[in-house]
C-alpha cells in the first residue's frame, strides 16, 4: 500500500490472513494436548478496602513457531471453529484448579472467568461448571463469569435463561467491556448479573471534564442505580484512578496495579501489595 509520502507500508493481504487464520484453526485444536495453553491472572482491586478480592483469568497461547498468539485473535476462530467449547472447559478446570491451590496457601480470592458468545449457546456449559466448581472444592460465590455485552445481545430471551442456569448455586454474573455492546436499559434491567465492567476503551484516556469521563461516571451511576457492582477496565494512571475513586467506582482493574501474572507470581504479589497498602 502506498502512503501520500510515497513509502511501501507492509499491509499483509487478505489472502495472507486467510491462511494465517487455517493454520492457527488447525494448530489451536492440537495446543491443549501439547500444553501450549496457560492462564494469567489480573487482581481487581477493591478501592474501599484497597485490596485484591478477585482475579481476571486470561488465557495465553505461546504458539511453537509463532510466538505467543493474543487471544483477540486466537478466541474468535475457536469460536468460528467450534473448538472454543473445549477451551473453555480448559480455562474453566485450570483457573479453579489455581484457585483451590492458592485457597489451600490460605489466599481467598474469587477468580472471574471470560465466558464466548458462543459459550452461550452450549446447553451443556452450566452443568460442567457446577460440577467443576464440585471438584474442585471452589465456593460458588468465589466463581465470577464474565460475559461480554455484545455476546448477551445477540439473542437477548435465550441469554437471559442461560444466565439464570449458570448462577444457579450462587455463581456470580459480571457483563464485560460494558458499553460497547448497544443493549437497551429495558435489555439490562433483564439481565441476572451482580457486575458491569465498564470497557477499558473508555477508562484508558478519560481526562477530568472529558467525554469518556461523563460516561464512565454515568455508567457507574447506572450500575449503582440497578444495583450492581461496577469494575473499571484499562486503568493504567493515576489520574484515572483519582477519577474512579471520585466516582465512587467499586474496583478497578488495569496495568497501573498489576499486568497479567502467572499463577505462582500472585501469592508474592498479593502479599507486596497489601503489605504497600496497609
Ligand atoms: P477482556 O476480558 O476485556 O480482558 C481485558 C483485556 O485487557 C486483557 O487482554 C488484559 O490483559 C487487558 N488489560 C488489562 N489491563 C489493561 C490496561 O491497563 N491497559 C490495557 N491497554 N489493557 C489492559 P488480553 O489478555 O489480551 O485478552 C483480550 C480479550 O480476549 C479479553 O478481553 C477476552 O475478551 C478475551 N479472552 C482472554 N482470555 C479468554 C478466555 O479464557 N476465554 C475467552 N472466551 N475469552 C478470553
Ligand atoms: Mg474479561
Ligand atoms: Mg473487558
Ligand atoms: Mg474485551
Redesign the pocket.
Known sequence: KETRSGVAVYQPGRDEVHLRQLALMGDLRQSVARRELSLKF?PKVDLASRQVRHV????RWQHPTLGAV???EF?PLAERSGF?HE??RF?LEEALRQNAAWRAEGLDLGVA????AMDLMDADLPDFIHDCQRRHKVPPAKIIL?V?EGALMRDVDYAVRMLHRLRAGGIRLSI??FGTGYSSLAQLKRMPVDELKID?SFV?QMTEGSDDAVIVRSTIELGHNMGLSVIA????SDSSLALLTQYRCDMV????FSP?LAGAELYAWCQRFAGAEA
Open positions: 489480573q481476571e483469568a486470561l488465557l493474543p487471544p483477540d478466541i472454543v477451551l473453555t480455562v472467568i471470560n465466558l464466548s464474565e461480554t464485560d467491556d477499558k484508558m477496565e484499562g486503568v493504567e482493574q488495569g496495568y497501573l497479567p
